[in-house]
């Protein structure tokens, strides 16, 4: 679980775009993607419970987060 700041470690080259949705599918917060490997993402003004976070790249990718 997550409180207010997710890091991702190893994000695939050429990873452009980072999504947050909600259970049911929304995105509900976007951000690019600066470099290649670690990126942090904002979780703080997201409500408590469960969301994927999706990288866009060649091989997108998908995580699941909960935040408490």
Same mark, same amino acid.
């Given at each position: 679980? @997550?409180? /207010? $700041?997710?890091?991702?470690?190893?994000?695939?080259? +050429? %990873?452009?775009?980072?999504?947050?949705? =909600?259970?049911? +599918?929304? #995105? $509900?917060? #976007?951000?690019?993607?600066?470099?290649? +490997? #670690?990126? #942090?993402? /904002?979780?703080?003004?997201?409500?408590? +419970?469960?969301?994927?976070?999706? $990288? =866009? %790249?060649?091989?997108?990718?998908?995580?699941? @987060? @909960?935040?408490?």
């Amino acid at each position: 679980p @997550v409180e /207010d $700041v997710l890091t991702i470690d190893g994000l695939p080259p +050429g %990873s452009r775009m980072l999504r947050v949705c =909600d259970a049911q +599918g929304r #995105t $509900v917060h #976007t951000q690019r993607v600066l470099r290649d +490997g #670690t990126q #942090t993402v /904002d979780m703080s003004l997201l409500a408590p +419970g469960a969301y994927v976070v999706r $990288v =866009d %790249s060649g091989e997108p990718a998908s995580i699941r @987060v @909960v935040r408490k």
